[in-house]
């Protein structure tokens, strides 16, 4: 149930979620400190840098989409599953 609901926020979110939840797996050392951080970049740096270069709706959709999908399954594969101690 636990990974469920790590998959079903980041797909409502539309991936905007990601690095956070991400976040809170890379505290509990299940994958490494920059993984949130490239998340981040992908998925809140896009729209900002789309805005700034004008005729964002040529790249920045397709970008967006690629960071939701990576993002949901990267949370499928991830041991997300409650242990005791971490």
């Given amino acids: 149930m636990h990974k469920v609901v790590w998959v079903a926020v980041v797909v409502v979110s539309a991936g905007l979620l990601a690095?956070?939840?991400?976040?809170?797996?890379?505290?509990?050392?299940v994958v490494a400190m920059y993984v949130p951080a490239l998340y981040a970049i992908f998925a809140w740096g896009t729209p900002i840098v789309a805005s700034l270069a004008g005729n964002a709706k040529n790249w920045?959709?397709?970008?967006?989409?690629?960071?939701l999908i990576v993002a949901a399954v990267h949370a499928a594969?991830?041991?997300?599953?409650?242990?005791?101690?971490?």
């Fill in 60 to 67: 920045s959709g397709g970008v967006l989409v690629f960071t």
């Fill in 77 to 86: 594969l991830l041991d997300t599953d409650w242990k005791a101690g971490r």
């Fill in 19 to 29: 690095p956070p939840l991400f976040f809170i797996a890379a505290k509990k050392r």
